[in-house]
């Protein structure tokens, strides 16, 4: 599976940004999608993840309230919309797949900045 993301760029604090990572390939074997992120200095953290098949979602307490992530069937897209940022989302967010045989993907990575 491939997977490019679009969406990332500069926001103030508070301000919102919707990133979108839209997968091709063996897309029928997918189990769940979801996005990371990556500050520098620290490891790498799921942000949040949607389940396929019962369209469950999970969330980094960090992003509850404020991150929701959601698929569009019909065109293979995850999208994450970010509301309320803060300047500790600034990050490196890279999307990631996983299917049913344990196989994962991830896409480049697309930067999210919160400068005021």
């Known amino acids: 599976v491939q997977l490019v993301e679009s969406g990332g760029g500069l926001v103030q604090p508070g301000g919102s940004l919707r990133l979108s990572c839209a997968a091709s390939?063996?897309?029928?074997?997918?189990?769940?999608m979801g996005w990371y992120r990556q500050a520098p200095g620290k490891q790498r953290e799921l942000v949040a993840r949607?389940?396929?098949?019962?369209?469950?979602?999970t969330y980094a307490d960090s992003v509850k309230g404020r991150f929701t992530i959601s698929r569009d069937n019909a065109k293979n897209t995850v999208s994450l919309q970010m509301n309320s940022l803060e300047f500790a989302d600034t990050a490196v967010y890279y999307c990631?797949?996983?299917?049913?045989?344990?196989?994962?993907?991830w896409g480049q990575g697309t930067q999210v900045t919160v400068s005021s």
């Open positions: 390939g063996s897309t029928t074997s997918l189990h769940n």
């Open positions: 949607v389940f396929f098949g019962a369209g469950s979602t």
């Open positions: 990631n797949a996983r299917d049913y045989f344990f196989r994962e993907s």
